[in-house]
């Protein structure tokens, strides 16, 4: 749901500003915000540090009552402000400064400094989706197998000294351990049984997760999650299948291959044998088994609209591919 400019100004907010964020000079970068901003907003700045992070500055923030809450950093920063304000309708600004600004891209953000000034001015707030993995809130994804492997071998050196290709080196290195692992996934209607090296659950992503993009139709605001599965044969079948999902994401066109399979619920509870790493927009968190749950309208942000796509699945091809029926319908509460 949109709501048009024409409400009444923001007069004040809490801006969260990590200074560690990024590649960019941060006594610059919060100076050009406070240049922009302060004159149309009573700005309330609190910086992160490594003992308090976003998430605790913006849990504060909530419990005070603030009219907005602005946060400026990197995914992980902007995903702990989201967390706290899931649920409530506190709205959300982004000034992305990160590496790879997969929030501000997957929500169609400006990721520049003064055009996402310019988005919290005069932008419309908008309610879309969140969820929940696990009970943790989740804005963007979670990741399971090959991408929380990877986004683990990228650390903050590599970030910094090559940018958004340190996770492309972690990726080809992690690809030298390429390994397939038996996963179920239980939505409210099917049990499917599938062999898989990468399986990820999606709220919103950007075009470079490309391991999310095998229906290359995530929706912000359509109450649904959606689950890309990749299976591929070999090395060579990675490879092939990733520049496949690339060439969805950009074409957005659903990829048809055999070895990668997609479907959207609201729910998803996935196991695996042997257990898998999980990473959960940007962070690890631990081992499957994963319980995810969409929140709809769950998040109020300042962003531009983007239009419905149509819920599309595909599964036929997959390695191993069981699929079961479910004779009732529907999960236990979470």
Known sequence: MLNTPDSPKLR?????????????????????????????????????????????????????????????????TLSAAAAAVVGTDIPLGIISRGTAN??????????????????????????????????????????IGFEAETVELADRDAKNRFGMLA????????????????????????????SAAAVTVANAAPPTSILAQGSAGIVVDDGLLDVTIVAPANKAGAVTAAYDLFQSASSGTATERDDIGYLRASRFKISANPPQKVVLDGEMIGTTPVDVVCVPSGLTIFVPSSAEIEAVEKLEGLPDLVIQVKDSLGFDKP
């Open 12 to 76: 004040s907010a809490c801006l969260i500003f990590n200074p560690a964020a990024g590649q960019s000079n941060p006594d610059e970068d919060l100076a050009h915000i406070k240049a922009i901003l302060e004159s149309e907003i009573d700005l309330d700045i609190c910086l992160t540090t490594p003992e308090i992070g976003a998430d605790l500055l913006a849990k504060a923030a909530v419990e005070r009552g603030v009219e907005a809450i602005i946060a400026s950093g990197g995914d992980g």
């Open 167 to 194: 996770y492309v080196l972690a990726g080809l290195q992690q690809l030298q351990n390429l390994e397939t692992f038996e996963v179920e996934i239980e939505t409210e209607d099917k049990i499917v049984t599938v």
């Open 102 to 143: 997969a929030f501000a891209t997957a929500l169609s953000i400006p990721d520049t400094v003064e055009a996402a000034c310019q988005t919290i001015l005069v932008g419309a707030t908008r309610k879309v989706d969140a969820a929940y993995c696990n009970g943790k809130p989740m804005v963007l994804l979670a990741g």
